[in-house]
């Protein structure tokens, strides 16, 4: 059984969390988060950690716990480091860049270029192009505050053009991904 929900939330100075009834809102060097606590769960604040209580052991409320506790934790990392996710766009002839407008343009193999417009408070920035193995891999970066928003973009990307099971040397991946290949058609 987890114990996340009892581990405290050390605090940096220059992050300052308050609360107000079951509103919590962070605010650092990075910008600004609020969410609402559950009912039944409260935050404790004492110098620079903070903790949270819940009711009683019912199974809601464990779970609640839990995951309240790690998405304060989340707030308070974002807005004084920040998250960022790297992707890959593997493929001969495959690009991406940023256009004037602050988007993303892929070209991954369909009939057109494929624009992408961020959310707010996401950035995208695309780095210089590589070569591993004799492919070409240009790499994109994309940050925030936000661990939920920059995950949920990341994956809105790689879903623009996943890899491809019979020739994962093609498409858009996660940095660090294994893309395993799957068998061809069996001859008789």
Partial sequence: MSRVGYLPIEIPSNVKLSIVDSDVEVEGPKGKLSWTLPDGIRLNLAENVATLERPNDLRQYKSLHGLSRSLVANMVAGVSVGFEKRLRVVGNGYRAEINRQRELVLNVGYSHAVTFNPPEGIEISVEAPENVDGQPHIPIVVSG???????????????????????????IRYEGERVRMREGKARV
């Fill in 145 to 171: 505050i936000d661990k939920q928003l920059v995950g949920e973009v990341s994956a809105t990307i790689r879903q623009i053009k996943k890899p491809e099971d019979y020739k994962p040397s093609k498409g």
